[in-house]
């Protein structure tokens, strides 16, 4: 009973009591702790259950915080193998639900949104930012705060996931071969203008999905006069005889210099939808080259689960801020494009010894940090798999088999004094 503080311990020990480990709880507001105290657990017999209470301290859960009671066992017993201290399990429960979908007032706090045109190119204008699209594709291609641009690539549809040791094991990289360029070949149509206010300009994209007919993706941007842009991503497809999608989001090109990470979400490490348990949500940080682990094979890797929002920042702490309005997404960056991290079968044999696993002509120690930050906002990725690496698939409810999917974010400018 969580309003009430009230839990249960079970020690599922067979001969040894808890007498060595020592109860702490933690109480977090947005993923910083707030306060936090120790457990008097008493004994707890091998296999016995015991019921304990947690006075916890009374909170206003309408103020929009989210809040995250941690429970641990340390251990209160070192030696060599396990210092004092060591935490030896823990678990995390969520005392309250909150909406992600915050809406932003103006309050005439900033300058009327000005819209101008050449060519090809729409421009939109406000207090101290600019941002421009490509008239007919639809295609962002400039996003500047303060003079200072924040863009090498503007977003688009990314359904593809560089495949892991366990995806080549099944053949991934053959039976989902469709999605690999189903994004980035997309023929991309600005297809309206919905809204043109002082305070909000809102426009819709559509991308045709490359060798599909009946899979499309409308991609709506709100420029608002805070320079924040609000997106909403909607996939949709009728097409019956499509393989499941390796991943559904959108993927964006920044310049390397934004390559200091901050998160609150699942971390500190990488975490994958049916490998997140590991995971504590809170608020982690670290550069961005320091994500991706360099396989002996090159392959996808860094990405960070239940991400409520992620920032990407210079060494002056300027950078992009992406929030969830709808759920908690997938996200990572990695300092290199996409293709760099994908399978490219080796060129003296496609087999390995065993002749379960094909055989790749990249490894990653080859991997060196290049001049973008590929920034990957997504939905959800399908799940890592691992019942054995040489044939068997992701489990069905870590797969994406939908014909709709969709989700929406914020991205904000941060460190700017104006």
């Known amino acids: 009973n969580l309003r009430n503080g009230e839990f249960r311990v079970h020690n599922k020990n067979f001969f040894k009591g808890l007498n060595d ?21 008493g004994t707890v017999a ?47 429960f969520a ?71 366990n995806d080549l094991g099944n053949g991934m990289h053959k039976w989902a071969e469709i999605w690999k ?9 600005f297809e309206e203008l919905l809204d043109v206010e002082p305070e909000v300009v809102t426009f ?33 497809s009728r097409d019956e005889e499509l393989p499941k999608i390796p991943r559904v989001g959108l993927q964006w ?23 997140k348990s590991s995971g504590e949500t809170g608020i982690w940080q670290g550069q961005v080259w320091e994500q991706l682990h360099r396989y002996p094979r090159p392959q996808e890797s860094g990405n960070k689960t239940e ?26 960056a990695w300092q290199l494009k996409m293709e760099e991290l994908d399978f490219v079968a080796g060129k003296k044999g496609a087999e390995s010894a065993s002749g379960l696993v094909p055989v790749t002509s990249k490894h990653g120690a080859d991997l060196i940090p290049g ?10 990725q399908m799940g890592l798999g691992g019942d054995t690496s040489w044939g068997r698939h992701v489990h069905d409810e870590y797969t994406l088999s939908e014909k709709k999917y969709d989700y929406s974010f914020r991205i904000t400018p941060v460190g700017f004094d104006n």
């Open 204 to 236: 819709k994209v559509r991308y045709d999905l490359h060798a599909m007919n009946n899979a499309k993706v409308w991609v709506t941007y709100s420029v608002r006069s805070d320079a924040s842009i609000d997106i909403h991503y909607l996939y949709e």
């Open 95 to 165: 005392l309250n639900q909150i909406s992600y979908n915050n809406e932003v007032e103006n309050n005439g706090r900033f300058a009327d949104l000005k819209t101008y045109s050449s060519t090809d190119t729409l421009f939109i204008q406000g207090q101290n930012f600019l941002v421009a699209l490509h008239k007919y594709r639809g295609e962002l291609l400039h996003y500047e705060v303060d003079g200072k641009s924040l863009l090498s690539k503007g977003m688009q549809p990314n359904f593809w996931r560089p495949p892991t040791d």
């Open 371 to 380: 001049a973008v930050i590929s920034w990957n906002i997504d939905l959800k």
């Open 181 to 189: 360029d189903a994004g980035s070949m997309a023929i991309s149509t």
């Open 307 to 332: 991400v409520r929002w992620m920032s990407l920042t210079n060494k002056n702490g300027q950078g992009l801020k992406v929030s969830t309005t709808s759920v908690p997404l997938s996200m990572s």
């Open 253 to 275: 090109e920044l310049p390397d210099e934004f390559q200091f990470m901050q998160w609150y979400g699942k971390g500190p490490h990488e975490t994958y939808w049916d490998r």
């Open 21 to 41: 480990r020592k109860f702490k709880w933690s109480l977090k507001e947005d993923g910083i702790e707030r306060t936090s105290g120790f457990i008097n657990m």
């Open 46 to 92: 091998p296999q016995e259950k015991k019921e304990f209470s947690i006075k916890l301290p009374t909170m206003d859960f309408s103020n929009g915080q989210e809040y995250l009671l941690k429970i641990s066992a340390l251990n209160n017993d070192g030696d060599a193998l396990i210092p004092m201290g060591h935490q030896i399990a823990w678990e995390e």
